[in-house]
């Protein structure tokens, strides 16, 4: 695969950091080219891996996206990190401090205001900049660990992907495809390059602050019981949803449920009004806007 013509500076994000153990020191882990940092990371968890530890990489040849898809990137042009976390609060509330974290990065990055479509692709407008995916295992310990996987579209236009797809296979040129129509890069919003260091310093601040938080209120018997932290999350999540209000369409598998997005729940699950039916509730699908076109 092709080098970056402008490679991560892994000095700069370490220096420009300030967490106060997010990638600190050896916790910041560096691989040029990898086949998946979500893979990787989790391999690190399992074996006993220390909580905080970031992967970045300029380039993924396997990378992941939710549902067995296939992360397509160009060397060089996207923010792709792995963080290792050992969650002590349920799972959903991670899926929404790092949707969080992402749509703060970028407004504090590019001033740029981005929603989340249900439950975690970030979008500017109706085009997805991000994604998010987070898997779950447990360790020698049998402790549970958590790897959250972050890749955003930073740098270059969404054009650039779509050129030779004959090294991919069948479904991943459908999904070069889908993206040429539905996805944007931080660069074409702003109208200039964007500092991916200074992006990634941004978004990792961001979730361990998040993360931090909903630990302490964990840990803590009178912070849990207020549940304060959790309560803010789940608000302003619920706050930057671009989905709700809207009628959309819901695909699980060959599956395909339509309707009315008019809430979600405490847990994160989407509550959908069916044009015929009472109202269920979603856990998981990929969800297309109506009645713009679809931004999956």
């Known amino acids: ?96 401090i790092a949707s969080l974290a992402v749509v703060d990065a970028i407004a504090e990055t590019c001033e740029v205001a981005a929603t989340i479509k249900w439950p975690n692709d970030i979008l500017i407008g109706t085009r997805k900049v991000a994604g998010i995916l987070i898997e779950t295992s447990y360790d020698t310990t049998h402790q549970l660990v958590a790897v959250l996987g972050i890749g955003v579209n930073v740098n270059g236009q969404i054009t650039q992907l779509v050129g030779d797809q004959s090294e991919f296979r069948e479904t991943a040129q459908q999904e070069l495809h889908t993206l040429a129509h539905a996805a944007t890069t931080l660069e074409a919003t702003c109208g200039h390059p964007v500092s991916r260091e200074t992006f990634l310093v941004h978004l990792l601040r961001h979730i361990e602050t998040g993360y931090f938080a909903l630990q302490r209120e964990a840990q803590s018997p009178e912070a849990a019981a207020s549940e304060t932290s959790s309560r803010l999350v789940r608000e302003r999540w619920r706050r930057h949803l671009s989905t709700l209000g809207r009628t959309i369409e819901i695909r699980q598998g060959q599956t395909i449920l339509s309707g009315v997005a008019e809430d979600v729940n405490e847990n994160g699950e989407l509550l959908l009004r069916p044009h015929s039916g009472n109202r269920v509730s979603i856990t998981w699908g990929d969800v297309w806007h109506f009645p713009d076109a679809p931004t999956h």
């Open 1 to 96: 695969m092709e080098a970056p013509s402008n490679p991560l500076n892994v000095e700069q994000v370490q220096h420009q950091l300030g967490t106060i153990q997010f990638g600190v020191g050896k916790r910041l882990v560096f691989l040029p080219t990898v086949d998946s940092t979500n893979t990787f990371a989790m391999n690190l968890a399992r074996s006993g891996s220390e909580e905080g530890v970031v992967v970045l990489t300029d380039s993924q040849t396997a990378g992941k996206g939710r549902q067995g898809r296939h992360w397509v990137d160009t060397p060089g042009l996207h923010a792709i990190s792995s963080t290792i976390l050992r969650p002590l609060f349920p799972p959903y509330l991670l899926v929404m």
